[in-house]
């Protein structure tokens, strides 16, 4: 956890915790969409950068336990009687991913760093959303807290390996997207999901 929270410049908003609690049922579903489009993220970087054996063989692996955690959320939620229906994204991932740059290997670079902010933003709002939130949920999101700090790790590592290989500027670009990501967190957000910012 700590590793996590040290990535991260700001807590999650106290106004998005209480948001968090009274629309339950909309978090679980969008939770499970975290966890697709995690697992679908991780395949097309194994796509994208077939040539680094590293990163796919380690991203094969997450890629495997992001689904697995779908299918866990699925059955959490068929026990709380949760409906699933189609919700549409919100800025968060929208917002990260646009700031990834277009041109190789800076786009490398953004797209693990990125990685690695999604994985730590839902490792820190695992551990606050555990204690509150009532059970199943409380035990469940506390379970899922390691595991998205380990993702966090393998995708910094992963960047860090890749700015060593290209001689990029890791803190500097490490620093701006940190900024970004702070700023959706904390800036009011007309649409509440499970990364948006400030409730309104």
């Given at each position: ?17 209480q948001?968090a ?26 796509f994208?950068?077939?040539?680094d054996?590293?990163?796919?063989l380690?991203l094969?692996?997450l890629?495997?336990?992001e689904?697995?955690?779908f299918?866990?959320v ?12 189609r919700?549409?994204p ?15 290997p ?10 690695a902010?999604?994985?730590?933003r ?11 939130i ?7 999101f506390a ?10 790790s ?13 001689d990029?500027d ?13 700023d ?10 499970f ?6």
């Open positions: 956890m700590s590793t996590a929270v040290e990535l991260l410049l700001v807590a999650t908003p106290e106004a998005w915790l948001e609690v009274r629309q339950r049922d909309l978090l679980v579903v969008d939770h499970a969409n975290c966890e697709k489009k995690a697992a679908s993220t991780a395949l097309a970087l194994m994208t950068y077939a040539e054996e590293r990163l796919t380690q094969s692996r890629a495997r336990e689904l697995r955690h299918e866990q699925r059955k959490v939620a068929r026990d709380l009687g949760i409906r699933f229906v919700l549409g919100g800025r968060y991932a929208e917002q990260l991913r646009k700031a990834v740059r277009k041109s190789e800076q786009r490398q670079l953004d797209v693990l760093l990125v990685g902010l999604i994985e730590a839902s490792c820190e709002r695992f551990h606050a959303l555990a204690p509150c009532g059970e199943p949920l409380g035990s469940f379970g899922l807290e390691a595991a998205e700090a380990r993702h966090q393998l995708y910094l590592d992963l960047a860090k390996a890749q700015a060593e290989r290209t990029a890791f803190g500097g670009r490490l620093a701006t997207l940190q900024a970004l990501e702070a959706l967190v904390t800036s009011p957000d007309p649409v509440f999901r990364h948006s910012g400030v409730p309104v």
